[in-house]
């Protein structure tokens, strides 16, 4: 057994506390990674909270990756010792289901093992990247470029791959209007690539103190949501909008703002079920459609490109003892866009 030293949630209140634990030695197809830096995603704080029901404790959370292989299993043939890697959201899959061989892993019929509070095959509980090490298929890994911000790369591993995957399925590009709505981590994220796939992209928000930010990004308008004019005048405008939010809000007032054979892609998971009115897709042939994280090649894809185009994510890199405070201020949205934890000084 390899010991690890990581921080874990106790309970639903007690908040992250350092914590020591062992991990298997990695098998014969399995890497063993020696942690640099994580993000901190919502999920993270759900999780730790039990907000989603089913939180095993101790919680050790983290899905937003970057390390270095410090070892591999004999069988290993994709990665060496001193690698630069990342691991996302998900370990493994079932591998055999329809989505498994169509290379759509996230979409598992058998469902996938999430890195962080997830059961393995042996029955043991996954934990995740709040750690100094962690053990993973080689088909699960991903190569990072050298040449960007370790740091910055991290939240690619699920924001930037949850906002990358349905604007490429979607096939958004040049001559069509997307609306972003939501300016967090994924929001900025979506405004990035949406921005370099050549689409003309708006900001959609109730905070018009985001817009300076919103154009600094990369798009092109903003729209202040609590301007009555301002959505009259965005009306039947967009071909798509990219919906990251998920706190409660009305579907309706976005769908209106949808062109005829228009968009809304849901990223965002509210707590209560939206209503919506079937005239307003109705009227215009408007559709709502849902898309999560990415398969293992798509990220792959997605860091490529990143890599190719320099993108990376705005974040704000922490030590691991300021990760409650981190959590307090990620629920407030007082973070621009994304914390990170340097794992070195764990």
């Known amino acids: ?65 970057i390390g270095r292989v410090k070892a591999t299993g004999e069988n290993v043939t994709k990665f060496r010792s001193g690698d630069l890697i ?3 959201y998900f370990i493994d899959s079932c591998r055999h289901c329809s989505s ?64 990358y995957s349905p604007l490429r399925h979607w096939k958004v590009g040049k001559g069509q209007k997307v609306a972003v709505l939501g300016l967090g981590g994924i929001g900025h994220m979506a405004v990035k690539f949406a921005s370099s796939f050549g689409a003309e992209v708006t900001v959609l928000s109730g905070s018009p103190s985001k817009q300076e930010s919103a154009l600094k990004l990369g798009a092109d308008h903003f729209v202040l949501t609590s301007d009555n004019m301002q959505m009259k005048d965005a009306a039947s405008s967009f071909d798509f909008i990219i919906d990251t939010v998920s706190a409660k ?24 079920a939206p209503q919506l009115a079937a005239y307003m897709l109705i009227s215009k042939r408007r559709r709502v459609v849902g898309s999560m994280i990415g398969s293992i090649g798509e990220t792959q894809e997605m860091l490529d490109y990143c890599a190719a185009n320099n993108i990376t994510s705005e974040v704000e890199v922490i030590a691991p003892d300021y990760i409650n405070k981190a959590f307090e201020r990620t629920l407030k949205g007082d973070v621009q866009y994304r914390f990170v934890i340097d794992m070195n000084i764990i």
């Open 1 to 65: 057994m390899i010991k690890s030293k990581g921080y874990a949630a106790h309970n639903a209140s007690s908040g992250l506390v350092p914590f020591e634990f062992e991990r298997a030695e990695p098998g014969k197809e399995e890497v063993l990674i020696d942690i640099l830096y994580c993000g901190i995603c919502h999920a993270d704080i759900h999780q730790a909270k039990n907000e989603y029901g089913g939180t095993m404790y101790p919680l050790v959370p983290g899905h937003e990756i």
């Open 86 to 88: 990342g691991v996302g």
């Open 100 to 163: 498994c061989n169509e290379q759509e892993e996230q979409y598992c019929e058998n469902g996938i093992t999430p890195t962080q509070n997830g059961k393995k095959a042996d029955g043991t509980v996954t934990k995740g990247g709040y750690s100094d090490s962690i053990i993973v298929d080689e088909q699960y890994v991903l190569k990072v470029s050298e040449d960007l911000d370790s740091a910055a790369v991290a939240p690619l591993l699920c924001a930037g791959i949850t906002a």
């Open 249 to 272: 809000h009305d579907y309706n007032t976005y769908l209106n703002l949808l062109k005829k054979d228009g968009t809304m892609i849901l990223l965002g998971v509210p707590p209560e």
